[in-house]
């Protein structure tokens, strides 16, 4: 029987109390997310420092590897050992990484909070990528707008932080991720998905940042189809999900929209808008 590697299962306080004064010289205490340094530590070999909220670090660290392209199965992966008092994580693999010098040489520094990082070889890989041709009622994306909305979140609680979510295909949360960079909830989430096994090829992730075009080549390498976001795109963002043929959809808030790319996967349902007229969706 296979079994997953060994995880350190490391907790940190996500949060901390601070005093503050208000603009009438009120003084009274909020809380602000926590923001830490971990370096990533790959066979003894010093590979990167994320700055994270450390809620899932082991996931992070995984998906980190995974959407690096650095790793290319769960099975390669020994132990993921994270020790907060040093703020380190030793990764351990069965064999080693082929190649480790060569493939992180090139570096690409990504619009993601905090400055996300991106390996140079990855936007080559990006025309080999064939998302499945699943679908996406309209129905199901209100639910996932307003499932989001009513989550509980460190980020009503004290701001600051970006979430990602993966839902099934009905609608149903699958995991909910919050950190100081997008990049880094996203990776949490492929990290999660490693280990329990899931598939994204019927997969709905959602983020509150920017469609750039890290999020998007993150999200084909996981195999989702539908990446869905509050805020906007960037361009890259909408060439990278034209090319990989991502069904986009931006500012996404209550009944609004816009779907950009990989318009074919979804169905309308212009019922839904209490008998306002909905424009027909063409295949671009």
């Known amino acids: 029987m296979t079994t997953g590697p060994i995880l350190s299962n490391a907790h940190a306080v996500l949060t901390y109390p601070v005093e503050v004064l208000d603009e009438q010289g009120r003084a009274s205490i909020i809380e602000i997310p926590a923001e830490r340094p971990l370096t990533v530590y790959l066979d003894k070999r010093e590979l990167v420092t994320l700055m994270t909220l450390g809620g899932a670090p082991e996931a992070l660290i995984l998906g980190y590897l995974r959407n690096q392209r650095l790793v290319k ?3 390669e992966i020994v132990a993921v050992q994270v020790d907060w008092d040093v703020e380190a994580v030793a ?3 069965h064999h080693g990484v082929d190649y480790i010098e ?3 040489a090139k570096r690409v520094i990504t619009t993601g909070c905090g400055q996300g990082s991106m390996f140079g070889g990855l936007m080559d890989e990006v025309d080999t990528i064939m998302l499945p041709d699943a679908k996406l009622k309209q129905s199901t994306l209100y639910r996932v707008v307003d499932l989001i909305r009513t989550q509980a979140s460190i980020y009503k609680q004290a701001g600051s932080v970006h979430g990602c979510a ?3 295909a009905e609608g ?4 909910f991720i919050e950190d100081v960079g997008r ?3 996203v990776d949490a989430i492929a990290g999660k998905m490693w280990l329990d096994s899931i598939s994204g090829h019927d997969k709905i992730f959602y983020t509150t940042g920017r469609l750039t075009s890290e999020m998007v080549i993150k999200g084909a390498q996981m195999g989702i189809p539908f990446l869905l976001s509050r805020s906007g795109t960037t361009q890259m963002g ?3 999900a034209q090319r990989v043929n991502m069904t986009l959809l931006a500012r996404c808030t209550g009944k609004h929209f816009l779907l950009l790319t990989g318009k074919q996967r979804f169905i309308a349902e212009p019922q839904l808008l209490d008998g306002s007229v909905l424009k027909s969706f063409r295949v671009a």
């Open 102 to 104: 060569e493939r992180t």
């Open 166 to 168: 993966l839902f099934d």
């Open 172 to 175: 149903e949360l699958l995991y």
């Open 91 to 93: 990764v351990t693999t």
């Open 238 to 240: 909408h060439a990278v």
């Open 73 to 75: 199965t769960i099975a």
């Open 183 to 185: 990049h880094n909830a």
